[in-house]
């Protein structure tokens, strides 16, 4: 027996995993409609590679990764694009992203799979290929999986964690995965240890699901693949937050500020490990997931769902209670009321749970908080939730970042024991997305700065470049003026006494020279509309010009006049 | 009475010394308090303060010669800070050099646009790209939304459209509860 160690806190909230997990996972029905948003991994956004009108196969890259932080998107099924545009997203917000909406053609033709030789392919490969197949983490964080795949600093890992603890109530996925389809996350499991060359693999799953450890302790033996251990943990809440479960496998504790990695750990969720297999070995892309749809619903159960798929089509199949009012992506701890419920399934999508106001009561509103430190006993990421509720309600923003806001996991324990019946996730909620916006307008600010003082600088050099320009040009011109005196000096040598009219020679040269010069630029302008013309547009050009020659004749004999009434005049004009 | 002088003498002389040793060694380039000043400014360079962009306001500021309410871009949010950081009494926003708008980006309407380049010299921060007789465009990115391209451009063919909240910029609202709630609990 494996020993086996505690994290701090913790709750045991009541489970609700039987509601789910009596029935087999079943297929999700092909639906008319689906809508897929571009943006389901933490990142960058996807650019759209199909536009309205173009048809897609089932497993067609729609999505192209936006730079190294960000994972592809895949048609789920075949048929046409009926539009590229903004819907709501399955987002607290109710806000809208961009999504493929893509109108079913009923055959579901997968495009041409190519599953990949990755043995024989150097690591950087097989990452490129999962970034384009869009393997994100399916535990709910959905962190791009290829930025994962990696031995570390030191080449290799010494632990590599499967989390199959599942510790949120109502939710079943990853249970129902492992009891039917095992030998996926073993085979995915067994890719990632090459992957990552790990020394072992620990499987970790909580106790209150020993279908899914029989099941998986006997495809492990059927397979016969090495390092690979299922290890039974206690059942408590979060034992499935990623660093919690890493303490309770191999007892390290992964400190501020590090990642598990710098002490030669890693962690993937079971369904992640499952989809790497299927990326890999069979050459297909995510595009659907194990769903739990349950909460207030006559059957729930678990579904494999496109992602596309529509809430309300999926809530429809498992028969929503009357008094449904609400839908949540997540379960009830952790999860993200959704704006409505037709918005759709993503990969981040693990449950849609179904509400309503007799299964989660409204919560009786906040209470002062009496500091009585329930909250720091049940924090699993030992930190001081009342300092961090106190900091983030007067939103002293600097002090919550100080007290280690962002090593909080908003995984709601501190607001579950809370007496007072602080929504104390919220408040955290609301300072982490503050701090987060603050620091997009410091980095603009940044930004802005530099740009400004660069063009400042570029203006000062553009003015330096500049002078210095005219400055050559002038001491040219004067070299000019020097030579033309000198030749001129040399034609007259004997007349010594006279050097002025020489350099009025020169100037005179340069004036004439200029002069010529623009002469022969107006001569080299020839209109360009003069070459076919009309006998009768001929006859207008040479009045025209007859006209002209005249007036300027005029204007010579005018001033010639002038000049021999008034000779002072010349030298005024001069 | 002479060695007491001697001896106060001697220490002034290696204690002056010192210190003006130290003063020319750890000089500190700069004024700090500027940049402090600087720090909290929202570098739009708008120059709605009546400086020549937020450099030359924060100077203004350090020495005393503006009041710190004179950045509409920042907010009475800027001006907490900087009342906080200087010491001073805060002051809402004076009207004279502005009133705080929702952040913009500008847009130029391609189909208007004759290519002048006007907008592209009074531009700050170069977000400006064109050529003349070019049709110019704003890179969005990097538009600080200070609105100085607005009064050259000759055919008004640029305008301020609102940043729209998205799903990556979206906020958690405060929370907030029900005192209705609360009574008939």
């Known amino acids: 027996m494996r020993r086996l160690f505690n994290f701090h806190g913790g709750v045991k909230p009541p489970t609700h995993k039987t509601h789910s997990n009596r029935e087999p996972i079943a297929q999700a029905p092909l639906f008319a409609e689906y809508v897929v948003p571009l943006h389901q991994s933490i990142g960058g956004t996807p650019q759209p590679l199909v536009k309205a009108g173009d048809l897609v196969l089932k497993g067609q890259r729609i999505g192209a990764a936006d730079g190294n932080m960000s994972s592809a998107v895949h048609a789920p099924t075949s048929g046409v694009v009926k539009a590229v545009e903004m819907r709501t997203a399955a987002h607290s917000s109710g806000l809208t992203t961009l999504s493929v909406v893509i ?324 408040y955290y909620r609301f300072a982490k997305s503050e701090i987060w916006a603050r620091e997009r307008d410091n980095s603009a600010a940044d930004t802005a700065r530099l740009r400004y003082e660069f063009r400042l600088e570029r203006e000062e050099r553009e003015k330096r470049e500049k002078a210095a320009k005219l400055a050559a040009k002038a001491a040219e011109t004067k070299a000019k003026l020097a030579a033309a005196e000198a030749a001129a000096a040399a034609g007259n040598s004997g007349e010594v006494a006279a050097p002025a009219p020489g350099a009025d020679d020169a100037k005179k040269a340069l004036i004439a020279a200029a002069m010529a010069k623009a002469q022969a630029q107006k001569a080299a302008v020839a209109p360009a509309n003069t070459e076919t013309l009309t006998a009768d547009q001929q006859a207008q050009v040479t009045k025209i010009e007859a006209r002209r020659a005249e007036v300027e004749a005029a204007t010579a004999q005018a001033a010639q006049a002038t000049l021999a009434a008034n000779p002072e005049a010349k030298s005024d004009a001069e | 009475m002479l060695e007491a002088l001697i001896v106060m003498a001697l220490g002034a002389v290696i204690l002056g010394g010192a210190l003006g040793y130290a003063s020319i060694r750890f000089k500190v380039e700069g004024d700090p308090l500027v940049e402090k000043i600087d720090a909290i400014l929202p570098q739009t360079q708008c120059g709605q303060c009546g400086f020549p962009g937020c450099k030359p306001y924060a100077e203004a500021v350090a020495k005393g010669e503006a009041e710190i309410n004179q950045c509409p871009p920042g907010g009475d949010d800027g001006v907490h800070k900087l009342a906080d950081l200087l010491g001073r009494e805060f002051k809402p926003l004076s009207g004279e050099h502005g009133i705080e708008k929702p952040k913009s980006v500008a847009f130029i309407d391609e189909q208007t646009c004759i290519g002048c380049t006007l907008c592209i010299q009074a531009c700050p921060v170069d977000a400006i790209v064109g050529a003349a007789k070019q049709m110019h465009t704003i890179v969005a990115k990097q538009c600080t939304g200070c609105e100085l391209c607005l009064p050259p451009c000759p055919v008004n063919c640029i305008s301020m459209v609102p940043i729209a909240e998205s799903v990556e910029t979206w906020k958690w609202k405060y929370p907030v509860f029900d005192l209705k709630q609360k009574r008939a609990a």
């Open chain 1, 103 to 426: 109108e079913s053609d009923g055959r579901d033709q997968w495009c041409e799979l190519t599953p990949l030789d990755w043995r024989a392919l150097p690591p950087a490969q097989v990452r490129e290929h999962l970034q384009n197949a869009g393997v994100v983490g399916l535990g709910g964080a959905v962190f791009p999986s290829h930025l994962k795949v990696n031995p570390g600093k030191q080449g290799h890992l010494d632990t590599l964690v499967i989390n199959g603890a599942e510790c949120e109530p109502f939710i079943t996925c990853d249970d129902m995965q492992m009891r039917e389809r095992g030998d996926t996350v073993v085979k995915g499991a067994a890719i990632l240890r090459d992957l990552t060359q790990a020394k072992q693999v620990l499987i970790g799953i909580e106790n209150n699901k020993p279908e899914a450890i029989a099941a998986m302790e006997a495809t492990v033996k059927a397979l016969g693949v090495e390092r690979i251990e299922i290890v039974p943990i206690p059942t408590r809440y979060p034992a499935g937050g990623a660093k919690q479960l890493i303490r309770v496998l191999t007892g390290i504790e992964v400190p501020h500020g590090h990642r598990s990695t710098d002490y030669g750990v890693q962690c993937f969720n079971s369904g992640t490990a499952a989809a790497i297999y299927e990326a890999l070995e069979l050459g297909k892309p995510l595009i659907s997931r194990i769903v739990t749809v349950a909460g207030n619903v006559e059957k729930p159960r678990n579904y494999e769902v496109l992602f596309g798929t529509a809430m309300k089509d999926m809530i429809a199949l498992v028969g929503p209670k009357p008094d449904t009012d609400r839908v949540i992506m997540g379960g009830p701890m952790m999860g993200y009321l959704m704006p409505n419920d037709g918005v759709p399934v993503v990969k981040a999508t693990n449950c849609i749970l179904v509400g309503s106001a007799a299964l989660f009561p409204p919560p009786p509103s906040e209470m002062p908080c009496i500091r009585c430190g329930e909250c720091a006993k049940a924090c699993p990421a030992d930190l001081a939730p009342f300092e961090l509720y106190w900091f983030s309600k007067a939103k002293i923003f600097g002090k919550a970042q100080e007290y280690h806001l962002f090593d909080c996991i908003e995984c709601g324990c501190c607001a579950f024991v809370c007496p007072s019946r602080i929504p104390l996730v919220d």
